[in-house]
């Protein structure tokens, strides 16, 4: 739960408690303390008032730097309501769902106030595998888009991760585990008042859990910060990033017992795998106007080059043959610079309390080439010709925001916000020297009230409308030149958020949270069901429910958890002569758990564990409708009627030991999925009447073995 010391709680009017909105329960660490307009870092930490009336969840490095993750992106389901779509593909970016948003294009993911999504694979595509948890000071999870400071590919939500900047501490973590798991990981920061360094470092490699599956990556990050006088900060972030890996495919159902990983047809089942590096550098700075006002800069640029291999498998029946079987090899440069400007104004207006907060901000992508190739079956990775297509993109987001915060009574403060985006785009074919541009302008209104009744209670709610690209606008290659056509011109996707929500904490050792939500969406992307083309008119719904508590129980021990339950229909959405209003959306799941009791004993040393339980249950990969518009039957090929494809229900148990002494040292013992709970990853290409598809898995009964030192100086 996030909370502020200020003198006058924001707070919202009870006669809109009868609104809809959500709240959210997390085991954050630091959460309260007063807002210091020198510790706010647009685009990093969100110190001020527009999460106190929303949903946001906010976990500290205590929270997320002892576990062990498959990727770190399974830190973010520590928030209820959002979810990771693993693709068992090793170093494949898992998809991020919040709130049931399964467009990768409707998540913004920013780690110290950089984006990390990239145009390499997938619309939005991010890799979280950037983040070390070790470096982590906070780490925000904003539903929907709540925040002003965030506009493209945060209409679904935001996670916007800050680092350490500063301090005296010296951290490692060592682990070893299954398949030959090593993962190393360590900060070092030193802070004499005037100038602060960190770095922070990661060595990563595990054989995997299936043939042809090896998986390798180092980060590298690099923060400087000088105190050049009592008013100017400057700061300067560097950060390196390399990652390559083997994947064993998506293998046939039917066949999964005889086939561990997708053949190429040179025996080698050297096929599924890629490589991807990165580079960002970004610089900062802050002053200080007077006590009530400053101004903040940041510029920042960011390279990144990727290679993908993807070879198609074969279900039961198929032979290779035509372009059966054989692989795709994508590259890709992902390149771009942002920058932008903040002024912060917190102090009395009438007498009482408020904040003032515009600013610009401007991104652009640069000519981000991107190739395709075919290869065919049989010849490994060996590229014998041309690209089968060679494009690039140009992108520019320009935009300007502007928040106002003010104490109306001592028990209610009210909050409203807006941005502006302009976004314009040029798409050329390199081989055909064809372009096409396209601009769109969006306006994102957000208002929120916070009411306090009485001491431990907060009553919120908040509405705020936000935009996404299509996923044609990063997506397939065919797909791209539809989104950048000045002819049609197709809307920017709009996303309306209404959250209503309570935090109550009837005792110290006790906290309590409770919400429910609301999303529309408008001109989502539909296909004509006679000509095929690509259409703006889908319409879909989003609401559900989320509560949360944490709880102390006795010296040393913690009880903490949330539920989430979603609901995700189409209100208005036509494809292949198929009519899906009132379907599900798939990959939703309709309920999300965390359930976890914790013990450290007090005192320098001492045993210590935590026992944890995660359920995501009720998905559904397809849920057609039985009939076609015109009447006729839904119907396989093979003249079997299509049903709802649902996922497996998904219950694992995590558990962890340790042993702390003097102080400065710990052993942990982790066994992750204790039960050993086979669960299908992602599957597609369901054939209806033999039952076959393709599958990967998810990762088996794993155990760990955890060393970590940590000097920290006061």
Not at 438 to 464: I, M, Q, R
Not at 595 to 612: D, I, K, N
Not at 675 to 695: A, I, M
Request: glycine letters at 10%; hydrophobic letters at 35%.
């Amino acid at each position: 739960m996030f909370r502020f010391k200020t003198k006058a709680p924001s707070a919202m009017l009870a006669a809109v408690a009868i609104c809809l909105g959500a709240v959210s329960a997390s085991p954050a660490e630091g959460q309260g303390g007063a807002a210091d307009l020198s510790e706010i870092d647009v685009r990093g930490q969100l110190r001020r008032g527009e999460l106190q009336s929303t949903s946001a969840t906010v976990l500290g490095n205590k929270d997320v730097s002892d576990r062990v993750n498959y990727q770190p992106s399974d830190l973010f389901t520590m928030s209820p309501g959002v979810s990771v779509l693993q693709y068992g593909e090793s170093g494949v970016s898992p998809n991020i769902q919040i709130r049931g948003f399964t467009l990768m294009n409707d998540k913004a993911i920013y780690l110290d106030g950089i984006p990390l999504h990239d145009n390499g694979h997938q619309s939005g595509f991010t890799d979280s595998t950037v983040v070390m948890p070790i470096e982590i000071e906070s780490m925000e999870i904003i539903k929907g888009p709540a925040s002003v400071l965030y506009g493209a590919r945060s209409a679904g939500g935001t996670i916007a991760i800050q680092t350490i900047k500063g301090g005296n501490l010296t951290r490692l973590n060592a682990r070893y585990g299954s398949w030959n798991d090593v993962n190393v990981t360590g900060i070092l920061a030193r802070d004499n008042g005037k100038f602060a360094q960190v770095y922070a470092f990661e060595e990563f490699h595990t054989d995997g859990y299936r043939d042809n599956s090896a998986w390798d990556r180092q980060n590298f990050s690099g923060s400087w910060t000088y105190n050049a006088t009592e008013k100017l900060q400057v700061r300067f972030n560097l950060r390196a990033f390399r990652a390559e890996w083997d994947s064993a495919g998506y293998v046939s159902k039917i066949l999964n017992g005889e086939r561990d990983a997708v053949d190429d047809g040179t025996g080698s089942k050297n096929n599924n795998g890629g490589k991807r590096s990165r580079f960002d550098g970004r610089l900062w700075l802050n002053y200080m106007l007077d006590n009530k006002s400053q101004l903040t800069y940041y510029a920042y640029g960011t390279t990144l080059e990727f290679t993908r291999y993807m070879r198609g498998a074969l279900l039961v029946g198929q032979t290779p043959g035509g372009t059966v079987g054989n692989m795709s090899l994508q590259f890709n440069k992902h390149r771009q610079w942002g920058t932008g400007i903040t002024y912060n104004w917190m102090g009395l207006l009438g007498g009482k309390d408020a904040t003032f907060t515009a600013g610009f901000t401007f991104s652009k992508d640069i000519d981000s080439p991107r190739q395709d190739f075919t290869v065919p079956w049989g010849q490994g990775r060996r590229i014998t010709g041309p690209p089968a297509s060679d494009v690039s993109l140009s992108i520019s987001n320009p935009a300007v925001l502007a928040e106002f915060t003010y104490q109306l009574v001592p028990q209610l403060n009210v909050r409203v916000g807006a941005r502006y985006d302009w976004l314009s785009g040029k798409y050329t074919d390199n081989l055909s020297g064809a372009n096409s541009k396209v601009s769109h302008t969006f306006f994102s209104p957000k208002v929120g009230v916070l009411y306090t009744p009485t001491e431990g209670l907060d009553l919120y709610a908040n509405f705020s409308r936000g935009f996404s690209m299509p996923s044609t606008f990063y997506g397939g290659l065919g797909n791209m030149n539809n989104f950048f056509n000045s002819t049609t011109n197709p809307k920017l996707m709009k996303r309306d958020q209404y959250e209503l929500g309570a935090r109550y904490a009837p005792a110290d050792w006790l906290k309590l949270e409770l919400g429910v939500f609301l999303m529309k969406t408008f001109n989502d992307v539909t296909t004509d069901p006679v000509t095929g083309d690509s259409e703006q008119t889908g319409k879909t719904t989003r609401r559900g429910v989320e509560f949360g508590f944490d709880a102390s129980l006795a010296p040393g021990w913690r009880l903490w958890g949330n539920y989430a339950y979603s609901d995700a229909f189409y209100d208005d959405y036509k494809a292949g002569g198929l009519d899906y209003k009132g379907r599900r959306i798939p990959l939703v799941p309709r309920h999300l758990a965390n359930l976890e009791l914790s013990y450290q004993q007090p005192g320098e040393s001492g045993f210590g564990g935590r026992v944890s339980l995660r359920l995501e249950h009720d998905m559904v990969y397809s849920d057609e409708p039985p009939a076609r518009i015109n009447g006729s039957a839904n119907a396989s090929p093979g003249g079997r009627i299509r049903t709802p494809w649902h996922a497996d229900d998904i219950t694992y148990v995590d558990l962890q030991l340790s042993y702390r002494f003097n102080g400065n040292h710990r052993i942990l013992l982790d066994v992750k999925n204790v039960f050993d709970k086979r669960y299908e990853g992602y599957k597609y290409n369901r054939n209806y009447d033999t039952g076959d598809y393709l599958v990967t898995y998810r990762n088996p009964r794993a155990i760990y073995l955890t060393y970590q030192l940590n000097f920290d100086q006061k």
